[in-house]
Nanobody
């Protein structure tokens, strides 16, 4: 079984930046996943798709983060990144990574990592 490990969260002021990292451990590496996405969940809200990347470089973003967030991958480092710029208080959430279906934008694994908390102060 592959483990999903998110890191890089923290507390920043509005307008600041953070870079999140998603790595794997276990039998599968990041490169084993053709598609990898980031999700987030704030208290009292549904988990939502944030951004995704396909091995060929195609990306997909939620409208709420377009122009501010950039997803990328570095297979040599076994990592998928989410660069978050111009952060807003509404970006406050716990962020998770998971491979996803390009058809539905739903996660394809039935489990999650611990996530990493992002808190943006006004």
């Amino acid at each position: 079984q592959v483990q999903l490990v998110e890191s890089g969260g923290g507390v920043v002021q509005a307008g600041g930046s953070l870079r999140l990292s998603c790595t794997t451990s276990g039998r599968l590496s990041i490169s084993s996943f053709n598609v990898m996405g980031w999700y987030r969940q704030a208290p009292g809200k549904q988990r939502e798709f944030v951004a995704g990347i396909i091995s060929g470089g195609t990306t997909n973003y939620a409208d709420s983060v377009k122009g501010r967030f950039t997803i990328s991958r570095d297979n040599a480092k076994n990592t998928v990144y989410l660069q978050m710029n111009s952060l807003k208080p509404e970006d406050t959430a716990r962020y998770y990574c998971n491979p996803y279906s390009t058809r539905t934008l739903r996660p394809t694994l039935d489990y999650w990592g611990q996530g990493t908390q992002v808190t943006v102060s006004s």
